[in-house]
């Protein structure tokens, strides 16, 4: 058995969650392990782990609820995150097309009330 297998206690070394503790959760391949714990569960250079004498009974790929079963049994702290709740997006409604009433020009107007008058006195005197 290796050194870094499911269950085996170590501390952080490097990176944001430096000298906190930790569990080994899944051995991903020779030179990366899975943990998870005071720690954000992700995969890890097993470089950057010290390794603890105590080993918590787990089985390999162990939820996050069940390793966090495990260190509130030994008294250590577990990292819990909140997702952020998003806010509802306004939805987007299509603009309403106003049709907007075509006017006449106003000396287009005028003219057409001169033309009638004008007709309206060559029928008058006309007759």
Known sequence: ????EP???CVKLAGRDAGRKCVVV???DAQFVMVDGDVRR????MKHLEPLDQIIKIKSMASHETVK???????????????KKVADRVKRQKKKSVK?????????????????KVEAAEVTATT
Not at 71 to 80: I, M, S, T
Not at 105 to 116: C, I, L, R, S
């Open 7 to 9: 269950g085996r206690l």
């Open 69 to 83: 079963k495990e260190f509130e049994a030994l008294g250590l702290p577990v990292w819990d995150t909140n997702s």
């Open 100 to 116: 907007v009433k075509e006017t006449k020009p106003a000396k287009k107007v005028a003219e057409k009330k001169v033309e009638k």
């Open 26 to 28: 899944e051995a991903v």
């Open 42 to 45: 992700k995969r890890v250079n």
């Open 1 to 4: 058995m290796s050194l870094f």
